[in-house]
């Protein structure tokens, strides 16, 4: 994969989207998505290992070699387990501040 290329795509912030009816969801996606003179990049992985990898250099598609695919399953799956690994700590911080609280009656 062109360095270039690489760089732009660890420079695209994700997005995270959760699918189900918790209340306390998880997310469950993760997606890149860019678009501009040089690149359009649409990357999606989701907690099945469901992945869509679409490149375009300018017009043209790009093509990726088998360790580009790998990398991009990588990275992707590592972004999506750390953002899970955030949620999780986020619900437990927030069920240890509801135990401080007392309740009378």
Known sequence: M??????????IRPEYS??????????NEVSIYYE????????FLDINEV???EILE????YDLSD???TFL????SGLLEYQIEITKN????????????????
């Open 2 to 11: 062109k360095e270039q290329l690489k760089d732009k795509i660890l420079s």
């Open 18 to 27: 959760t699918e189900g009816f918790s209340s306390n969801p998880l997310p």
């Open 36 to 43: 501009g003179e040089d690149y359009t990049i649409d990357l």
């Open 51 to 53: 992945l869509r990898i």
């Open 58 to 61: 300018g017009e043209d598609v």
């Open 67 to 69: 360790a580009d695919v």
């Open 73 to 76: 399953c990588g990275y992707l």
């Open 90 to 105: 986020y619900y437990e911080a927030e069920r240890g501040e509801q135990d401080n609280y007392y309740y009378y009656s």
